[in-house]
C-alpha cells in the first residue's frame, strides 16, 4: 500500500523553526518528483517547494525562498522541509507529494499539483 505521512509539524513563535519529514512506504522515492504544499485557513492549496530527480532542479514559491529548504534522504526514504525564520503567514496545513517526474518543469509540476501520492498533512502554526 502506497502512503506517505508527514510528521513534524506544530506550534512556533515567528522566526522560529521546524523540520517537516515525510516517510513513504509501499514504493521507493528515489526515482519520483517530490513536493511540499500547504494550505491556509481560508485560501487554496499551493505549492511551497517541489523537487524533480532526473536533474535535481528546485522550485520554492517567492514567499518562502531563502527561508524553506526541501530535502530527501534516499536511504530513509523520506523528503525533508526545513522551515527557518518562520512567519505567521506560514500558519496551515503541510502535505507532502509524490509522482512520476514529467516533461514539465519543477516549477510547472508544483504550480499545477501533478503528483500521484499525497499525504494526510501536518499542521503548522506559527503565532507567539
Known amino acids: 500500500q502506497v502512503q506517505l505521512e508527514e510528521s513534524g509539524g506544530g506550534l512556533v513563535q515567528p522566526g522560529g523553526s521546524l523540520r517537516l519529514s515525510c516517510a513513504a512506504s509501499?514504493?521507493?522515492?528515489?526515482?519520483?518528483?517530490i513536493g511540499w504544499f500547504r494550505q491556509a485557513p481560508g485560501k487554496e492549496r499551493e505549492g511551497v517547494s517541489c523537487?524533480?530527480?532526473?536533474?535535481?532542479?528546485?522550485y520554492y514559491a517567492d514567499s518562502v525562498k531563502g527561508r524553506f529548504t526541501i530535502s530527501r534522504d534516499n536511504v530513509k526514504n523520506t523528503v525533508y522541509l526545513q522551515v527557518n525564520s518562520l512567519k505567521p503567514e506560514d500558519t496551515g496545513v503541510y502535505y507532502c507529494a509524490a509522482g512520476s517526474e514529467t516533461l514539465a518543469t519543477v516549477q510547472a509540476m508544483c504550480v499545477n499539483e501533478e503528483y500521484d501520492y499525497w499525504g494526510q498533512g501536518t499542521q503548522v502554526t506559527v503565532s507567539s
Open positions: 523537487l524533480k530527480p532526473s536533474d535535481y532542479s528546485t
Open positions: 509501499g514504493f521507493t522515492l528515489d526515482y519520483y518528483a
